[in-house]
T-cell receptor
Framework: DSGVTQTPKHLITATGQRVTLRCSPR?????VYWYQQSLDQGLQFLIH???????AKGNILERFSAQQFPDLHSELNLSSLELGDSALYFC?????????????FGPGTRLLVL | QQQVKQSPQSLIVQKGGISIINCAYE??????FPWYQQFPGKGPALLIA?????SEKKEGRFTISFNKSAKQFSLHIMDSQPGDSATYFC???????????FGTGTSLTVIP
């Protein structure tokens, strides 16, 4: 158990809909990363928040948005969903260690868009 | 454009053998190179990591070899066990510390 929680575990929805994925980081971790994992694309970095501020954006579509709240939990909002958005979505909380930065991944949310 | 290229895509190794997974990168702005292990239905978990100023790091049966001039790094799993069967990802962190790039993954199967 990484200490990172993600809800919901599974989500089935229809095209055009909007969903919100939630992530609670490990206690004390200020960083939250969001990733999309699909079979043909591997792990794709979406966005990084640190202590409530957006730090970096990766391959995140304009239909997607995220935020990190004062209690450090984060939400990823996906709107106008398309079939191609079906994937596993992971969040990871992170902290610096003596080598670099360890990311602790949550169990993921499996999204299926029908 | 794939910032970190990983090979092979899949690997089958006999129990007790050595598993070797390779990664290559182009951008010298990376400053930290972790390897992650992922079991089916789980999130990736950090296995071992290295900084570019170190050429080798060993933790138990897992070793990272790092060649800065060639911009390549590899994971060696010694005495591979069936329990090592998983997907392995290499990654690289952008020097500002705000973004990670992952390889496409290697599915390792260790047969008894």
């Amino acid at each position: 158990d990484s200490g990172v929680t993600q809800t919901p575990k599974h989500l089935i929805t229809a095209t055009g809909q909007r969903v919100t994925l939630r992530c609670s980081p490990r206690s004390g971790d200020l960083s939250v990363y969001w990733y999309q994992q699909s079979l043909d694309q591997g792990l794709q970095f979406l966005i990084h928040y640190y202590n409530g501020e957006e730090r970096a954006k990766g391959n995140i579509l304009e239909r997607f948005s995220a935020q990190q709240f004062p209690d450090l939990h984060s939400e990823l909002n996906l709107s106008s969903l398309e079939l191609g958005d079906s994937a596993l979505y992971f969040c990871a909380s992170a902290r610096e260690d003596r080598v670099g930065e360890t990311q602790y991944f949550g169990p993921g949310t499996r999204l299926l868009v029908l | 454009q794939q910032q970190v290229k990983q090979s092979p895509q899949s690997l089958i190794v006999q129990k007790g053998g050595i598993s070797i997974i390779n990664c290559a990168y182009e951008n010298t702005a990376f400053d930290y190179f972790p390897w992650y292990q992922q079991f089916p239905g789980k999130g990736p978990a950090l296995l071992i990591a290295i900084r570019p100023d170190v050429s080798e790091k060993k933790e138990g049966r897992f070793t990272i070899s790092f060649n800065k001039s060639a911009k390549q790094f590899s994971l060696h799993i010694m005495d591979s066990q069936p329990g090592d069967s998983a997907t392995y990802f290499c990654a690289a962190r952008w020097f500002t510390g705000n973004q990670f790039y992952f390889g496409t993954g290697t599915s390792l199967t260790v047969i008894p």
